[in-house]
């Protein structure tokens, strides 16, 4: 698991604590952008693992922020039986249009870039009903970095 550096609000800053990713439009105009969600992925979680001394105010919020270490958890998604095999790297495609669908979630995780490098740690015992049909089961994978 990689390590990434950012902020989050005092009252959240512990050790352990997990938070889905997810920020304003202000916030790209800040001069604390990069450090603070620049290097995160909306649609996310993160788990914080170690919290810093350091803190910055945060103008869009007007509360002071901790700097953090955090790592991304895995997440779970909808692939291919063919392609479900634990500690594979596959390349993620987006499933379908439908958005509809109760699985549309699944298949196509907010988090997720079509083409983006994925590897498959478990291999559910979930399979999926598929409207159009497709051979479906529930992982959880980790982005590749």
Avoid: W
């Amino acid at each position: 698991m990689r390590k990434i550096i950012t902020l989050i609000g005092l009252s959240q800053a512990k050790i352990g604590r997990t938070f889905l990713m997810e920020y304003k439009k202000k916030c790209r105009t800040c001069k604390l952008y990069k450090v603070c969600v620049g290097n995160l992925r909306r649609g996310m979680v993160y788990k914080i693992i170690n919290v810093r001394t350091k803190k910055h105010f945060c103008p869009v919020t007007g509360e002071y922020m901790k700097v953090v270490e955090v790592i991304e958890l895995p997440f779970d998604f909808a692939i291919s039986v063919r392609q479900a095999v634990e500690g594979a790297i596959v390349t993620f495609h987006k499933k379908c249009s439908k958005t509809d669908c109760d699985n549309y979630d699944i298949c196509n995780p907010i988090g997720l870039k079509e083409g983006e490098k994925v590897k498959i740690l478990i291999v559910k015992d979930k399979k999926l009903k598929c409207s159009l049909n497709k051979n479906l089961i529930l992982v959880s994978a980790e982005r590749i970095f």
